[in-house]
């Protein structure tokens, strides 16, 4: 009576998300949590709207951070540029719905972090010049706010570290799309904001050196056929290519 195949039924895209990110969910347990209906509500009213309008974001971002992509064509190489800006801040938004769980479990974050004293050091040593300095002055448009800070930014150079000011870019970019659909994140407790700024520092690195890869792969003309080879590899050949060049341009001011 009944066909064999109908009890495959297709799964929806929370399923398999699900199932690819069960790890970040089972809170403590060993095996296989099935989700409930807070998961699934944190899925569909905010991982999915941040994630939505992150992508664009980012796009738009990469392209103020590393303007080489703006010179890049080949289909490969956009693909695989594509897939970072896809998944940027997928990892961290998991890793902060455990945190706001641990905040409702009255979690002891200090007990349950070995490095948080490191993470609160570090955030306290922290300098970076906002452009949101520029929001207070009427009457600017968006570019005269971004020529403003991109001026003062240049004039202080010496007063704030480089790497720095990049990370505080980037939680720039993320955050004010975070806080519409994540509101309770704004209501976490002091050693609630260490974690969340230790967690947005983990995934500004990844962002960072993901994207970073592909500023080195676009300079030093690699291939194609290089995107896929091993991280020793693409060593190798960027070192080869790194003093091919070096060595062109001694030679080139000897001629001068």
Same mark, same amino acid.
């Given at each position: ?6 009890? $495959? ?9 699900? /199932?690819?990110?069960?790890?970040? +969910?089972?809170?403590?347990? $060993?095996?296989?949590?099935?989700? $409930?209906?807070?998961?699934? #509500? ?12 992150? @992508? ?19 289909? @490969? ?8 800006? #896809?998944? &940027? ?12 769980? $641990? ?11 070995? /490095? ?35 001026? @003062? ?25 975070? +806080? ?7 209501? #976490?407790? @002091? /050693? ?7 967690? #947005?520092?983990?995934?500004? &690195? /990844?962002?960072?050196?993901? +994207? ?45």
């Amino acid at each position: 009576m009944f066909d064999d195949d109908d009890d $495959d039924l297709e799964r929806s895209e929370f399923d398999c998300w699900y /199932d690819d990110n069960n790890m970040y +969910f089972r809170r403590g347990a $060993d095996a296989f949590v099935e989700p $409930d209906l807070d998961i699934e #509500l944190f899925y569909s009213n905010v991982y999915c709207k941040v994630m939505s309008e992150l @992508a664009p974001a980012v796009r738009k971002f990469i392209r103020y951070q590393y303007p080489v992509f703006e010179t890049e064509y080949r289909p @490969a190489v956009l693909d695989a540029i594509e897939r970072i800006v #896809l998944g &940027t801040g997928h990892r961290f938004m998991l890793e902060l719905y455990n945190l706001i769980q $641990d905040q409702k479990e009255a979690v002891n974050l200090r007990g349950k972090y070995p /490095d948080f004293e490191e993470w609160e050091k570090r955030k306290k040593e922290l300098r970076y010049f906002s452009r949101s300095i520029f929001n207070a002055i009427e009457g600017l448009t968006e570019k005269q706010k971004t020529d403003l800070y991109e001026l @003062a930014k240049d004039k202080f150079q010496e007063s704030y570290n480089y790497k720095e000011q990049r990370l505080y870019e980037f939680i720039e970019m993320i955050q004010p799309i975070l +806080f519409q659909y994540y509101p309770v994140v704004q209501e #976490l407790n @002091a /050693d609630g904001w260490i974690v969340y700024f230790h967690l #947005l520092l983990i995934e500004h &690195t /990844d962002y960072r050196l993901d +994207f970073e890869h592909y500023v080195t792969f676009i300079n030093y003309d690699f291939e194609e056929s290089d995107l896929n080879i091993p991280y020793a590899e693409f060593r190798k050949k960027f070192q080869e290519k790194f003093d091919e060049r070096w060595k062109k341009e001694q030679e080139e001011r000897e001629k001068k």
